[in-house]
């Protein structure tokens, strides 16, 4: 079955686990980010890795007040959300969380891990997909060094990235490599800023959602995502 929680008044349930449930094991993946806009490296990523590590399910959690980026400049969580869920609305083993948009306060992916452990129950196994880079420094995050034990961590990477830091948990973590895309949601913002085409960067959905919205055709205060 497909967990999908949805923004807004369409769809606004959380399916949470209760004994009743199937204690069949599920293999759930955890995308997490800004998604300022969702574009296809993502989707490429959640592909790769559901396909590489036989993932039931990929969500997509947009974050809601980021740890270590300015949230002032990003698109509202409602923009945020509604394109994310247009950009995962093709394929049947992705959805889309609210679980950080929800929650008050900074996001932290400890807390996220745990509140998705809740929702799909302790037999589920989560994979927490992140860069390559972000793996050294987990132990540095917010209650990080429990990261280990609530998911198998994923880090996707170009061709030629190595995994070689000697510090991290033993088959705690998996290297995943992914076809090189140059598409990052900085250069999204900044070609439509431009009034530039955004074709082919993010799915047609997301770019006449951005287009509808008139988004991100202010100064940008979040040019590093």
């Known amino acids: 079955m497909r967990h999908y929680v949805g923004w807004g008044t369409s769809v606004d ?13 599920r293999r759930i993946g955890v995308l997490g980010g800004s998604f300022d806009p969702v574009h296809h490296v993502h ?8 396909r590489a590590f036989h993932l039931d399910e990929v969500v997509f959690v947009p974050v809601g007040v980021p740890a270590h980026k300015p949230a002032g400049g990003m698109a509202a969580p409602g923009d945020r959300c509604a394109m994310a869920r247009l ?42 997909l992140a860069g390559a880079d972000a ?7 917010h209650r990080g060094t429990e990261l ?28 995943l490599t992914i076809p090189r895309l140059d598409v990052s949601s900085t250069m999204i913002r900044s070609r439509i800023r431009a009034r530039q085409d955004i074709a082919g960067l993010t799915p047609d959905a997301v770019v006449d959602y951005i ?14 995502r």
Not at 13 to 25: E, K, R
Not at 96 to 119: E, H, I, K, M, P
Not at 135 to 141: E, I, K
Not at 154 to 163: A, E, F, M
Request: aromatic letters at 8%; charged letters at 20%; proline letters at 6%.
């Open 148 to 175: 280990w034990s609530l998911a198998h961590i994923i880090g996707s990477s170009r061709v030629g990235h190595r995994l070689t830091d000697p510090g991290l948990p033993r088959g705690r973590a998996t290297l």
């Open 13 to 25: 349930t959380v399916v949470v686990y209760s004994p009743g449930m199937s204690t069949t094991a």
């Open 135 to 141: 793996l050294t420094t987990l132990p540095t995050w």
């Open 87 to 128: 950009a995962v609305s093709s394929d049947p083993r992705f959805s889309v969380s609210l679980v950080d948009v929800r929650r008050a306060g900074v996001t932290y992916t400890v807390d996220t891990l745990t509140d998705l452990r809740r929702q799909y129950g302790p037999r589920a196994r989560l994979f927490f």
């Open 43 to 50: 989707l490429l990523i959640a592909r790769e890795a559901a």
């Open 211 to 224: 287009h509808r919205r008139a988004l991100y055709r202010e100064p940008d205060a979040c040019a590093t």
